[in-house]
Each structure stands twice: as structure tokens, then as C-alpha cells.
């Protein structure tokens, strides 16, 4: 999917349309040769990144994330296709000449190092006065919170303190962009989830763009301005977190992100912009149809329906919404919400999150005969890789 939006500039959106993106990616293919068979790792992504955002390129394992990284960074060249670093094509231009820098899961901290010294080994060696260095050194520790630990060694430090001294290092120099392959990896969850809240406040403090890759979910929805979803070395989604969230574009993304239900129907009418699905004899579903989605009744389509979206009711509920009914199947009692796997006419599984905020008791048991119920802008009709559903042209397309 190619992305046409412009880029964003924070603060301004009205230079928008005219700001030249801090990286840009046009037809970039990338394929290596192993063992004597081509691995085609990266198959066509086009992306532009905006000026000081918070870009996420997240994927499974294998789907090509580190290499288009690789390949902004220069320690790859594109088989076919062009990288452009602030408007200017980079194409032969090496690693060390081009305004990035990168920071990896191992921190390659000099171990021998004071604090100081490993944030201050780049400034040395370019020659900066030693008042400058003593300066921004003092600038940016401060930034990553550090301020006070200048004459430790890495190996008395924790892992996240570790990590800000490998950013400091990294954005000391005042690079144009910084680039993070899985930087947290090998953190455990709590410091994980702490320093993901840490470094988009460091970010948004020195307002570089920062380019981070991860496999995890839950850290591109934290941290991002955007997210490109990657799929066996395509992008497949682009957008904002809650975008890509709430309107998961294909099946990929809808079952990569989060938790999501997938459940079909046949449309039986168009209504005021919504099409009506039955699904089994009694349950409906309520979609809203979009521009690049056009049905007609008969069509079978799918549709995406986040699990805390639906609410467990015991009577058929009136208003215009979906309301399918289901048996339960498991109750998982988890303290601040209760999971229910309940299963439909069809033998579609569907998971359902409750927040135990008010009631005391679980809305339904095991073997309970119930309804589901969502409003119609929670449904969202999925197509196949190239998002989208489109049906007969001559049908209606609201
Ligand atoms: N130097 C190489 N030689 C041959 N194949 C490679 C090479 N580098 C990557 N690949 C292949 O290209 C594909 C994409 O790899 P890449 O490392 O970009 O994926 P990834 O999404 O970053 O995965 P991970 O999260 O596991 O690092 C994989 O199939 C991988 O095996």
C-alpha cells in the first residue's frame, strides 16, 4: 500500500503540503541471494516519513523490517528503487556520510568507559572544543535523565539506564534522524514498558525523527506518531495508532494487532450508509460501507469487531446496532475485566472483553444462551491484501 498522505509537521500543519520529508522511500526493493536461491526480503515499500515524527515499522519475524532499515541507515543498498534523506537522494552514499545514526538492542557501550566519556567518544573525535563537548554532554544526560551518574561505568548501571547512555551517545552528535532496531528487546516487560513512555518523551524533547522497529504491538501503539504495518516484505497498513487500531485495513493487521473477531455475513440491505448483514438466522450485523467499499445485498463480506467493543447482554437488544446471539464458552475472571469466548450460529469464536467496573458478578456462565451487542461504527468490513472490499461497480458505494 503506497503511502500519498503528505507529511505531517508538527505545530504547522499548514506547511504540510510543502515540507520535504526526512525520509523517503520510492519503489524500494531489496533481495538477497542464498545459497543460490533469491530471498526477495523487501518487495516494493514506499513511505515518507515526516520532519520530527515517531515512525514505526512493525512486523513479524522476518518480514523485512530490519532491512528497510538497514537500507535508510546505508549499511545496504536497495536492489531497485530510491531512499532520499531530506529530499536528497542518498544512492552510494555510505553509512558514516549519511545524517542518521542507529541504536541497537545490545547497547555496545565501551565497558571501560565512564558515562561521560562514552557519550562524549563522538565529539572527541570530530575535534569538538572541550567546553562544547562538556556542554552538550551535560545537555543531553539530562534529556535521557541521567544527570549525576557521569562517572559510572556501563556494567554498574541497570539495563534501561544503559540504554538512555547507548541514546545519549546516539543523540549527542544531533543527528537528523535516529534510527532503533527493537532498542528495548532485551529488557524485561516492566522497565520495557517504562522506557517506552521515557523515550517518546525524549523524542518529543529533542524533536528528531526517530525511525523504530519492533515486532511488538503494543510498544508501535504506545510510542508512534505512525505505524507501517509490514507483511512478507510489503507495508500493509499505514497510519495513526488508533487508525490502524480500530480499522484494521486487512486480515493481517486486524489479527497481528491486538486482539480482533472476524465474522461474516451475507448482506441482506443498504441502509442510511450502513449495510445489514445476517449472520445465522437471527443475528445481524451493522457495517458501515466507505468510498473504496462498495456492496450490494447478496455480497458475502467480512467484518473486524474489537473484543471490548461488545457488550454480553441476555435479551435480543433493541436499536439499530449488531446483535448476534451466542452460547458461552469459557469465562477467564481476571481482576480489572472478565474475557468471555463465546461461540455464534456458525461456529464463529468470538472473544469479548468486560470491564468489571461496576458489576460484581460475571454477566454470563459457562453453557449461557446470550446476545451480542455493538453499535455500527464499531464493525469494520475487511478485503484482502489490498484493503479495501470492492464489490459490483453498479452497486451502491456510500
Ligand atoms: N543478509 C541476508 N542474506 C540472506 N537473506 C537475508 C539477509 N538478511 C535478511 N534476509 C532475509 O530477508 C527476510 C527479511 O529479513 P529482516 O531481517 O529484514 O526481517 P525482520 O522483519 O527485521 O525480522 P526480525 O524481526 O526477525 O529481525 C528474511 O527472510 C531474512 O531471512
Not at 504495518?229 to 486480515?251: C, F, H, S, W
Not at 466507505?290 to 441476555?314: C, F, S
Amino acid at each position: 500500500m503506497t503511502d500519498t498522505s503528505p507529511a505531517p509537521v508538527r505545530d504547522d500543519p499548514g506547511r504540510a503540503d510543502t515540507a520535504v520529508p526526512a525520509i523517503e522511500l520510492a519503489g524500494v526493493r531489496k533481495s538477497y541471494v542464498s545459497h543460490g536461491e533469491t530471498v526477495a526480503a523487501v518487495r516494493g515499500v514506499d513511505l515518507r516519513i515526516g520532519q520530527g515524527e515517531f515512525f514505526s515499522l512493525l512486523g513479524p519475524s522476518g518480514c523485512g523490517k530490519t532491512t528497510t532499515m538497514r537500507m535508510i541507515a546505508g549499511f545496504e543498498e536497495p536492489t531497485a528503487g530510491e531512499v532520499y534523506l531530506h529530499g536528497q537522494s542518498v544512492t552510494g552514499v555510505p553509512a558514516n556520510k549519511r545524517d542518521v545514526n542507529m541504536v541497537f538492542q545490545s547497547y555496545a557501550l565501551f565497558p571501560h568507559m565512564s558515562v561521560f566519556e562514552n557519550v562524549a567518544f563522538g565529539l572527541r573525535r570530530r575535534g569538538v572544543a572541550k567546553n562544547e563537548i562538556k556542554q552538550r554532554v551535560g545537555d543531553i544526560l539530562e534529556i535521557v535523565d541521567l544527570t549525576g551518574r557521569e562517572k559510572r561505568r556501563p556494567s554498574e548501571m541497570s539495563g534501561g539506564q544503559q540504554q538512555r547512555v547507548a541514546l545519549a551517545r546516539a543523540l549527542v552528535n544531533r543527528p537528523r534522524a535516529l534510527l532503533l532496531d527493537e532498542p528495548l528487546g532485551a529488557l524485561d516487560l516492566k522497565l520495557r514498558q517504562a522506557m517506552q513512555v521515557e523515550l517518546k518523551r525524549i523524542q518529543r524533547e529533542v524533536g528528531i525523527t526517530f525511525v523504530y522497529v519492533t515486532h511488538d504491538q503494543g510498544e508501535a501503539l504506545t510510542m508512534s506518531d505512525r505505524i507501517a504495518v509490514m507483511n512478507d516484505g510489503l507495508v500493509e497498513q499505514l497510519g495513526p495508532p488508533r487508525e490502524i487500531y480500530e480499522r484494521p485495513a486487512t486480515k493481517f493487521v486486524a489479527g497481528f494487532i491486538g486482539t480482533s473477531n472476524l465474522l461474516s455475513g451475507t448482506v441482506t440491505e443498504l441502509s442510511g450508509g450502513d449495510a445489514v448483514l445476517s449472520h445465522g438466522d437471527e443475528g445481524r450485523i451493522v457495517v458501515p460501507l466507505r468510498e473504496d467499499l462498495a456492496a450490494g445485498a447478496g455480497d458475502a463480506l467480512e467484518v473486524t469487531v474489537r473484543p471490548e467493543k461488545i457488550e454480553i447482554v441476555g435479551e435480543r437488544p433493541a436499536g439499530g446496532g449488531s446483535a448476534v446471539p451466542a452460547t458461552v464458552a469459557e469465562v477467564v475472571y481476571l481482576g480489572t475485566s472478565t474475557n468471555y469466548l463465546v461461540t455464534t450460529a456458525d461456529g464463529t469464536e468470538v472473544t469479548v472483553f468486560m470491564q468489571n467496573a461496576n458489576n460484581s458478578d460475571d454477566v454470563a456462565e459457562r453453557g449461557d444462551r446470550v446476545w451480542l451487542a455493538w453499535e455500527p461504527r464499531h464493525s469494520y468490513a475487511i478485503g484482502g491484501g489490498a484493503g479495501g472490499v470492492r464489490g459490483d461497480a453498479s452497486k451502491a458505494a456510500v
